[in-house]
């Protein structure tokens, strides 16, 4: 199992960006998928995740700023996050768990500039 995570970039604060998690050697329609995100000197905090039966949370970091969907046809879970801030500044993962295994991407830097 692999996933691939990518989107990530340079933005100004108030900009937008789109992130997906693309995955191999697994159906992520059958799995729950979780975004999350790491800052420098900080922990790693969930963002958002979608169950496979489609049940949504998010974490309070966005706000409502963040909304995953995810389509079943291209094997993907995505993040859309909207109006965003330098505190948003970090290293986004997309995580999987299979028969109680945690898979993780390689994580895609997202940086806001004030």
């Known amino acids: 199992v692999q996933l691939q995570a990518s989107g990530g970039g340079l933005v100004q604060a108030g900009g937008a960006l789109r992130l997906s998690c693309a995955a191999s050697g697994t159906s992520l329609s059958s799995n729950n998928v979780g975004w999350y995100r790491q800052a420098p000197g900080k922990q790693r905090a969930l963002v958002a995740a979608?169950?496979?039966?489609?049940?949504?949370a998010y974490g309070a970091s966005m706000n409502g700023r963040a909304t995953i969907s995810r389509d079943n046809t291209k094997n993907t879970v995505s993040l859309q996050m909207n109006s965003l801030k330098p505190e948003d500044t970090a290293v986004y993962y997309c995580?999987?768990?299979?028969?109680?295994?945690?898979?993780w991407g390689q994580g895609t830097q997202v940086t806001v500039s004030s």
């Open positions: 995580n999987t768990q299979i028969w109680n295994r945690d898979y």
């Open positions: 979608i169950s496979a039966g489609g049940y949504k």
